[in-house]
């Protein structure tokens, strides 16, 4: 790797954990915020979810625009959002300017994530240098999730809430001096005009889908406004795979998503990062509910996760070396599934947070293996003119995990609650986390065997 590439991996991997930490760090601080800028508690959620909605919806459209017109430049465009977002964001004192912050972080997210990403596979040939680099990015992003959740509640707790939005300005800042020496703007696909119809087909029906998974979260599956949006946004899906299928420059070319690694590797990707966030959810519930945690203690209870996670992407590009991409992912799921299902063993009291500690660790480790090798599969044996359209699908598939796994926990909770007339008390609440946590496990296991039967393992592409 030479001095520039490590330069440019840091520029690229500061903007992506950036990006990552922005999805948790208001999480802890949401009660304050509603009462300093006046959300009433029912619609204190859209902070977060006007911000997911955003990030999910557009990145596959953001990801395309990189390919066609210029990752570097859409980087750079996406940069300059999150930073002037996250200074009104900072600065609002009612709701409709904050949420108008939050829309600009999540299309922010959804322009850079892609473009940080498919700079980064055409920054480094297929192999080592891009197992490597793309271990990095991965234990980065995983571990930002987690450093959000420390680091707003500390900002909240120290500062003000208001910080967790300042704190991106400066990185903005930094990022924007640097990437236009460092970067160079890869070749375009041939100028054709955008697949506007399958754009707003796909970015429609992933806003449908990621709002229907939010609300199932929030009021449960039987709500209309839950399965509505979730059928609307099957049926587009089915539109837009016709519209892809008869267009000449289709926004998807359907023969991509016949690729057996990109078609396999995303859904292993969407398998890795659902059962893991949505196990945070769990874990956090747990140790607030039934430990007696604050927020900012059950945060850093996470610090081991943090752990696990980068210490998995650097394992997990030598793991790859060794065994291949579809081992690693199996391996990976395997392993995660079994450190989480020693977590049934978990009771009412404080020594569980030692089994705790240790099934996350493990289970951090395994996850980010298993990540790392989704991605690695997901970008493989795709000319660079396609990178953008590779990593626009594995950050869809990203946000789609993080955004599925949350509402399935929840659902298995609140049904296990329902039994209890109040449903509040510790061992209750211990009662309904514990079968959560079984098909958490079993979801685990069901990735593996899937990667196992269905994914082939993808050329190598030869290395000058």
Known sequence: ??????????????????????????????????????????????????????????????????????????????????????????????????????VAQGLATAAVTPAALSLLTTSFPEGPLRDRALGLNGSLMAAGFTVGAVLGGLLTDLLSWRWAFFINIPIAIFVLILAPKLLTESARGTRTKLDVPGAVTVTLALLLLVFGLTTAGEKGWAEPQAWGPLAAGVVLFVVFFFIEKNTAHALVPVTILRRNNIAWGNIAGILAFA?????????????????????????????????????????????????????????????????????????????????????????????????????????????????????????????????????????????????????????????AVLPAIGINAALCLVAALLTA????RPARVAIA
């Open 275 to 431: 059962t893991e966030t949505s196990l945070v959810f769990v874990l956090t519930l747990y140790l607030q509910q039934v430990l007696g945690y604050t927020p900012l203690g059950a945060g850093l209870a996470f610090a081991v996760l943090g752990i696990g996670t980068v210490a998995g992407g650097i394992i997990a590009p030598k793991l790859i070396g060794k065994v291949g991409n579809k081992n690693t992912i199996i391996a990976g799921l395997t392993v995660q599934a079994a450190a989480t299902g020693s977590l049934i063993f978990i009771n009412t009291s404080q020594t569980s947070l030692i089994i705790v500690l240790i099934a996350t660790l493990i289970g951090g480790v395994a996850n980010l293996a298993a990540i790392v090798g989704f991605m690695v599969t997901a970008t493989t044996g795709l000319p660079d003119s396609e990178q953008g359209l590779a990593t626009g699908l594995t950050t869809m598939s990203q946000q789609i995990g993080i955004t599925m796994g949350i509402p399935v926990m929840s659902t298995i909770i609140a049904a296990s609650l329902l039994q209890y007339a109040y449903g509040g008390a510790p061992e209750q609440v211990l009662h």
């Open 1 to 102: 790797m030479t001095g520039r590439q490590r330069l440019i991996m840091v520029l690229l991997l500061t903007a992506s954990f950036t990006l990552a930490v922005d999805f948790s760090i208001l999480n802890v601080a949401l009660p304050r915020i509603g009462a300093d800028v006046g959300f009433s508690l029912e619609h204190l959620q859209w902070i977060a979810t006007s911000f997911a909605l955003c990030a999910a919806g557009f990145t596959l459209f953001f990801g395309r625009v990189a390919d066609l017109f210029g990752r570097k430049r859409l980087f750079i465009a996406g940069m300059a959002l999150l930073g002037i977002g996250s200074l009104v964001g900072g600065l609002a004192t009612d709701p409709g300017v904050l949420l108008a912050a939050r």
């Open 453 to 456: 039967l269905f994914l082939r």
